[in-house]
């Protein structure tokens, strides 16, 4: 943990609370405390920020830059992560978990970028072990490798267009409850 200090005078503040606001709204502050003071050069609010240092582990700082992944991604890519986004919902739905707790959209998107997708590739993206391999990755490629075969033949989108029959669901879903 780290400490930052902030004097802010009484008059002319505007600076110094403009630097504390950005402080604190790029930091994960844990406490302030805050302290009126005189001295003889004027009178004073002294706060006291406890802070865990960016980098650190626990730290939220990640979760506050949302990412665009439409604009980070090629075109390509990016159709790929909103295929697997889809098929990501419908595994989390089956499973009775959020979606992120499948795969996250940073691992999706690196996914994306994979010349080749396999299990084996998978194993190489940051956040993907063993066990969301076996639970999820062999689902995952074999719906995206279907939804990939069917835009091919030229038969719509059934993840996009929610035209999902009972036997795609049972295809999909039902193997991952069991």
Same mark, same amino acid.
């Given at each position: ?24 709204? &790029? ?11 005189? $001295? ?14 960016? +980098?650190? #582990? ?7 830059? #949302?990412?665009? %992944?439409?604009?980070?991604? $090629? ?24 979606? %992120?707790?499948?795969? &996250?959209?940073?691992?999706? /998107? @690196?996914?994306? #970028?994979?010349?080749?997708? $396999?299990?084996?590739?998978?194993? &190489?993206?940051? +956040?993907? +072990? ?12 074999? /719906? ?8 091919? @033949? ?5 993840? @996009?267009? +929610? ?5 795609? %669901? ?7 409850? /069991?």
């Amino acid at each position: 943990m780290q400490l930052k200090v902030f004097t802010i005078p009484i008059l002319n503040s505007e600076p110094f609370e403009t630097e504390m606001n950005h402080f604190f709204a &790029t930091h994960k502050v844990i406490d302030v405390r805050k302290e009126f003071s005189q $001295s003889e050069k004027g009178v004073y609010w002294c706060f006291c920020a406890e802070y865990i240092e960016s +980098g650190a #582990k626990g730290s939220s700082d990640k979760s506050r830059n #949302k990412i665009d %992944y439409k604009a980070v991604l $090629s075109e390509n890519q990016f159709k790929v992560f909103s295929r697997m986004r889809e098929i990501r919902k419908i595994i989390a739905a089956g499973e009775a978990l959020p979606a %992120y707790a499948v795969f &996250t959209d940073e691992e999706l /998107s @690196n996914i994306s #970028k994979l010349e080749e997708i $396999s299990l084996s590739k998978l194993k &190489t993206i940051e +956040g993907i +072990g063993e066990k969301k391999i076996e639970k999820f990755g062999q689902r995952l490629l074999e /719906s995206l490798k279907e939804n990939t075969q069917s835009e091919k @033949n030229g038969q719509p989108d059934k993840l @996009n267009s +929610g035209e999902w029959s009972q036997t795609d %669901y049972q295809r999909h879903v039902i193997p991952l409850i /069991s």
